[in-house]
């Protein structure tokens, strides 16, 4: 287990100070005993550590100690896999979503884990992926990027997490249903530093998980936001069209984010996260949150639910994947 902060030691200590009839087997009845961990599989300071923490600080008053791990690289699948050969305890979870739990095992010749290693618990958010380019670039909308990209082949770059990510998967579809446009794909390990970048002037183009850090850099001037991926614009950046309404109308995909754990962990551990979990997305501060970084909170998820989500999601890419030809080496 990685180390813990002062903070996080101090609150373990006294979680079980207050729980000393509880035995440290990680069995469901003793559920939880220790300090639980989430990993978001990937780099700090990106959408999944907006996404993640303010679950875990819930979670200090409804399960105990909880404290993050940033496990990047690969797309996610390095923190992915790490989650999938941990004892089923219920002690280490995933901030999984569909590129983690459905794109990568879908891409990847010999992938490290399946879709079957894991139980969905709960979604967390339903996001859009939104285009981000840097304002020298001379683009408005998603009609004058196509215009521009056409004019210059080869001199465009975008930005993604990762091969074989949503953001990725999205990207190639952009660029088929524009005409087969020539712009090169950079992937990085953590959107965070795809976006550095893209500020920098050294991409062009960014496509990323909408978050309230895009949202401020756009307000600096620093960024110029095109277009989302959603079918509806978004509550929280209602002023920002949608690729369908941008003219491209099988350009749509919804995002989402939520927690997993291996899939060998018991019932009543997995209930017992979700049921906290249903509780702390009841509260309106969480909701607003989350909806200030133009992402849609689920207060009505459960384990059985959210598995209908992941299958829905791996029906709807699988042909997708299999028309552009996307595989991860």
């Known amino acids: ?10 609150n373990a200590a006294t979680f079980a100070v207050a729980l000393p009839g509880l035995s440290r087997s ?14 978001i599989p990937y780099a700090a300071g990106g959408s999944g550590d907006q996404i993640g923490r303010p679950w875990v600080e819930k979670m200090s008053s409804q399960l105990g100690p ?11 699948a390095i923190g992915t896999t790490a989650v999938a050969r941990e004892k089923p305890d219920g002690y280490s979870l995933l901030l999984g979503n569909g590129s983690t739990q459905v794109i990568i095992p879908l891409t990847t010749p010999n992938p490290s884990y399946s879709v079957g290693d894991f139980r969905a618990i709960y979604r967390l958010i ?27 082949p080869g001199t465009l770059s975008y930005g993604t997490p990762g091969i074989g990510t949503g953001n990725h998967l999205v990207g190639e579809l952009f660029k088929q249903q524009a005409g087969s446009l020539d712009i090169v794909h950079v992937p990085y390990r953590g959107i965070s530093q795809a976006t550095n970048d893209l500020v920098s002037g050294q991409i ?15 307000r600096a001037g620093k960024i110029r ?12 950046a209602p ?16 995002g989402w984010f939520g927690l997993f754990a291996p899939t060998k962990t018991d019932d009543a551990i997995i209930d017992r996260i979700a049921q906290a979990t249903r509780a702390a997305m009841a509260d309106p501060a969480l909701q607003a949150r989350y909806r200030a970084q133009g992402m849609e909170p689920d207060s009505d998820s459960s384990p059985e639910k ?23 080496l």
Not at 246 to 254: I, N, V
Request: proline share 6%; net charge neutral.
């Open 306 to 328: 959210f598995q209908r989500v992941v299958d829905a999601t791996s029906a709807s890419l699988a042909p997708v994947i299999k028309s552009i030809g996307l595989q991860v």
């Open 204 to 218: 062009s183009l960014v496509i990323a998980v909408m978050s309230d850090q895009l949202q401020q850099l756009r």
């Open 126 to 152: 339903s996001s859009a992926l939104v285009f981000a380019v840097h304002p020298s670039l001379p683009a408005t909308d998603l009609q004058g990027l196509i215009a521009y990209a056409r004019s210059k």
């Open 26 to 39: 990680g069995k469901a009845a003793d559920y939880p005993s220790r300090p639980i961990r989430l990993v």
């Open 239 to 254: 002023d920002i069209p949608t690729a369908i309404e941008s003219g491209m109308p099988d350009l749509s995909y919804e």
């Open 66 to 76: 909880t404290f993050v791990e940033n496990v990047g690289g690969a797309g996610g």
């Open 1 to 10: 287990m990685p180390s813990l902060s002062r903070r996080d030691f101090v």
């Open 225 to 236: 936001l095109l277009a989302v991926t959603t079918d509806r614009r978004l509550s929280g």
